[in-house]
């Protein structure tokens, strides 16, 4: 089956034959760009559809295809970001505790490139402003329904069975320190005046130890289904308190505090994280333990978080040379680097990683 390259080799003739019986009968359709910083990793689209007279269907749907950004598609193949998104919607949405979009057709070649979904478009929604920051009532929300996700998969028969799901500490992954090594010159030139020092050479300290730490944490325990890409653009809030969850190119196996560590580093201004994260880690924990999650204290929570901070303030430098593909995307990423840097300033990582032997 023919899989196209982008949103522009989408064709009426091409939706007609894989979209779902009862939304074969489209007799024209439209599309428009939704990237705008949201689309970094993968060319995301909306398409206008009209039926034919007999026929009816949702008037858009959203099509998501691979990245224009040569640089942005050797990455995401590198990592398996794709073939995990199309896993996900073709083996998982049934059984998730929280929203995501109905998937209506998913394919991928099978070198991870082309791919395409379409998927529902979520209508009626507030999508946050990264750039100014989330709210703390809304990162309360996002919290509450991580801490859901987290829980129903916490140290579970149905997280293993998730073949498709790799652990955090996967052959990919623990190789990513050659590309790290590979950056870092460039990343220090480009950023050494603007982050901490002290942090930056804790990060290239951390570089080669990368692997090590991976197998290290996964062993720790305490294991669950991560989004791994929570952040501002990816949480559609409705009008009633229904959050909807997409992008899940980069799902993983590992610490549910992840996400929570993640969202504070990157969501948040650093003066809303400064001032409210201690209240809203404590809001997550206490998520998870009314839940069912025991034998998980405050401070391995806080540990955790630390540790992920760490792992989180190293993958900026290998996503440093993305291209953004606009003005805001590009915009967006500066702010991951600077925020996350910032968090990791704040709470020591240079010394608490030594603490824990790296």
């Known amino acids: ?15 007609n034959s894989v979209l779902p019986a009862e939304m074969q009968g489209i007799q024209d359709m439209q599309w428009e760009d939704l990237g705008e910083g949201v689309g970094i990793l993968g060319e995301v689209s909306r398409l206008h559809l009209t039926y034919r007279e007999e026929a009816s269907g949702p008037k858009t749907i959203i099509a998501k295809c691979q990245s224009p950004a040569p640089e942005n598609i050797f990455l995401c193949q590198a990592m398996g970001f ?3 998104e199309v896993n996900f919607y073709q083996k998982l949405t049934d059984t998730l505790p929280v929203k995501v979009p109905r998937c209506y057709y998913s394919d991928i070649a099978n070198d991870g490139i082309p791919f395409v979904l379409l998927i529902e478009e979520i209508s009626d929604i507030s999508i946050l402003d990264q750039i100014k920051g989330a709210d703390i ?3 309360k929300r996002v919290f509450s329904e991580l801490a859901k996700l987290h829980a129903y ?5 149905k997280l293993y069975a998730l073949d498709w799901l790799p652990p955090m500490n996967n052959d990919m992954y623990k190789g990513s320190s050659a590309l790290a090594a590979e950056k870092l010159p460039a990343f220090k030139q480009n950023w050494g005046d603007i982050v901490n020092s002290d942090v930056l050479d804790a990060v290239e300290r951390f570089i080669p130890n990368y692997g090590s730490f991976l197998d290290w944490a996964v062993s720790q325990g305490n294991q669950t ?11 559609l809030f409705g009008q009633s308190s229904e959050i909807t969850i997409i992008d899940f190119q980069l799902a993983t196996r590992f610490w549910g505090v992840w996400d929570i560590s993640n969202w504070l580093s990157a969501s948040l201004t650093v003066e809303a994280r ?3 994260e201690e209240d809203l880690v404590a809001h997550y924990h206490n998520q998870l333990l009314a839940n069912g999650v025991t034998n998980y204290s ?4 806080w540990n955790d978080l630390k540790a992920c901070l760490m792992m989180q303030t190293f993958s900026q430098v290998i996503v440093s040379d993305l291209d953004g593909s606009n003005e805001r995307g590009n915009e967006l990423l500066a702010q991951f680097i600077t925020r996350t840097f910032s968090a990791a300033e704040d709470h020591g990582l240079p010394s608490f990683m030594k603490s824990i032997g790296f």
Do not use: A, G
Request: proline share 2%.
């Open 137 to 139: 009532d809304s990162t």
């Open 274 to 276: 400064r001032e409210h």
């Open 153 to 157: 998969y916490w140290e579970s028969e």
């Open 1 to 15: 089956m023919f899989i196209p390259n982008s949103v522009k080799e989408i064709t009426v003739d091409w939706l």
């Open 82 to 84: 794709y073939f995990r």
């Open 225 to 235: 289904f991560t989004h791994t890409d929570c952040r501002c653009e990816n949480y």
């Open 298 to 301: 405050m401070e391995q929570c």
